[in-house]
């Protein structure tokens, strides 16, 4: 089956400074998008970031970055000048075998934001 | 405005009374899926379909049922619900999103306790 991991289960930041959320995925796609969501408290969940697998160039979205490793099969969440708005769980995403629109979900990190 | 609909958000009921919550969305996807959403364990798949009469078991179909009579409706019904049916479920439809990559979009939720 295939798995998406996140490691960390939470982790913490000072406002104003960077952080890094990990992400490995196993899937034996070869052209496949990778996501990252956002969920506050709200529950919504919304889109933070998506990464094109056959592009060389890492993925930016104001201050989220990606880090994506093809080969390691890494896919890195950098969040820059953390915001309290940024506190919450966050989830990377995968493709399954057998086509790109089923998603694996990894298990969830909580961020929390310290002012 | 695009978006995915759920209802209800929030259901409190009793084990083994049959219940349906509804979704719809409103962007012509082909493709829309259940997920629960357990502490610890992320977003686990129960059911999608790639279109109209067309419906497949996820990771944790058990417990539900789902049909696809139009391609903007996908509801979840759950026949002899139990306690460990007591989740929150995301209902999602994807279909192509900026710049072609196809992404989830997700309905804000429905919070279902068993007693």
């Known amino acids: 089956a295939q798995t998406v991991t996140q490691s960390q289960p939470e982790m913490s930041v000072q406002e104003a400074e960077t952080v890094t959320l990990s992400c490995t995925y196993d899937?034996?796609?070869?052209?496949?998008?990778l996501f990252w969501y956002k969920q506050p408290p709200s529950r919504q969940m919304i889109l933070v970031i998506r990464?094109?697998?056959?592009?060389?160039q890492n993925a930016t979205e104001n201050r989220f970055s990606v880090n994506f490793q093809k080969a390691a099969k890494s896919f890195s969440l950098k969040i820059s000048d953390s915001q309290l708005g940024d506190a919450a769980m966050y989830f990377c995403?995968?493709?399954?075998?057998?086509?790109?629109?089923?998603?694996?979900f990894g298990k969830g990190m909580k961020l929390t934001v310290n002012p | 405005e695009a978006q995915v609909t759920q209802n209800p958000r929030y259901l409190i009921t009793v084990t083994g009374k049959k219940l349906t919550v509804t979704c719809s969305q409103n962007m012509n996807h082909e493709y829309m899926s259940w997920y629960r959403q357990d502490p610890g364990l992320g977003l686990r798949q129960i059911y999608y379909?790639?279109?109209?009469?067309?419906?497949d078991k996820g990771d944790v179909p058990e417990g539900y049922k789902v049909s696809r009579k139009e391609k903007r409706n996908f509801p979840l019904i759950l026949e002899s619900p139990s306690p460990n049916q007591t989740s929150l479920y995301f209902c999602?439809?994807?279909?192509?999103?900026?710049?072609?990559?196809?992404?989830?979009?997700f309905g804000p939720g429905t919070r279902l306790t068993v007693t």
């Open positions: 379909s790639m279109n109209v009469e067309v419906t």
């Open positions: 990464q094109e697998a056959y592009k060389q």
């Open positions: 999602a439809s994807s279909g192509p999103g900026l710049a072609g990559a196809y992404e989830q979009y």
């Open positions: 995403a995968s493709p399954i075998e057998g086509g790109s629109e089923k998603l694996v």
């Open positions: 899937t034996s796609e070869s052209d496949y998008y």
